[in-house]
């Protein structure tokens, strides 16, 4: 890919892509680091709930290190920051251009359409590793001091990689939409929808006789591995990888085919 476009969209957006990265990993770093005082008596606590709301909201062994984490930082708090800087920096890719007008002046220059939202997306799924590797490296940095030392460098690496598939996934669905729509906030709008729709199906669908929904959830392909316990999913990550495809691809085929309005 050639780096200019990729490269000034990163350097356009790098202050919020920091302010993502910190965040996000000092949330996750601050949730994590209080496993040593929560971590037992949570799991003394949660021993009377209902099995299913136990399974719903991943707490089933919340006395281990590996499943405090995949209940709590890596289970809501981390995923659904990364599910929204996937929507709000997707909306911005094609759908914020075209509102602002900036649109009209990229296309007018020797760039197609479909290398314009190829560079877009390149440099959003580029923002999410990135996230994922500052949670990985944050969360490595405080396994011992917050005695997570059972799970491995290699299981923090394997949830970090789907982290930042399920980033990807969102903020190409937000890419696609806006190819199709071109309106930055019904973009966002929709694509927070569906991740927050396919997040209660993943951890509610079986208590409801919907456990077939979960099949559909990225976050089913994100956490349903157990990666902090069994390590990489690669199945898993080749589900969500392939839905990044088709739906870019999805989106550029329709942004070819379409009266631009500014």
């Not at 949830?159 to 696609?176: H, R």
Request: hydrophobic content about 50%; aromatic content about 10%; charged content about 15%.
């Amino acid at each position: 890919m050639p780096r200019t476009l990729w490269s000034q969209t990163l350097r356009d957006g790098r202050r919020p892509l920091i302010g993502w990265t910190v965040g996000t990993a000092l949330a996750g770093a601050m949730y994590a680091s209080f496993y040593p005082q929560v971590g037992g008596a949570m799991g003394d606590l949660t021993d009377s709930l209902p099995d299913g709301l136990k399974q719903a909201f991943n707490m089933e062994d919340l006395s281990s290190a590996a499943g405090y984490l995949g209940s709590t930082p890596f289970g809501v708090v981390i995923p659904l920051l990364v599910l929204f800087h996937g929507a709000a920096t997707g909306a911005r890719a094609i759908a914020g251009d075209e509102e602002s007008g900036f649109l009209d002046l990229l296309l007018a220059h020797p760039m197609g359409r479909v290398r314009l939202v190829l560079h877009r997306y390149g440099a959003l799924a580029t923002g999410s590793a990135a996230i994922a590797a500052a949670v990985l490296l944050m969360m490595l940095a405080i396994r011992s001091p917050a005695e997570l030392t059972t799970v491995s460098a290699a299981e923090f690496a394997a949830q970090c990689l789907g982290l930042a598939l399920l980033g990807a996934f969102f903020g190409a669905l937000a890419v696609c939409i806006g190819c199709f729509v071109g309106r930055r906030g019904l973009v966002f709008g929709v694509t927070a929808a569906v991740g927050v729709v396919s997040y209660a199906l993943n951890a509610f669908g079986p208590q409801i006789r919907l456990g077939w929904t979960r099949a559909l959830s990225p976050f089913h392909y994100y956490a349903g591995g157990e990666p902090l316990k069994h390590g990489f999913q690669w199945a898993d990550a080749g589900v969500l990888a392939l839905g990044c495809a088709v739906l870019v691809a999805l989106g550029a085929w329709a942004f070819r085919r379409r009266d631009i309005g500014t």
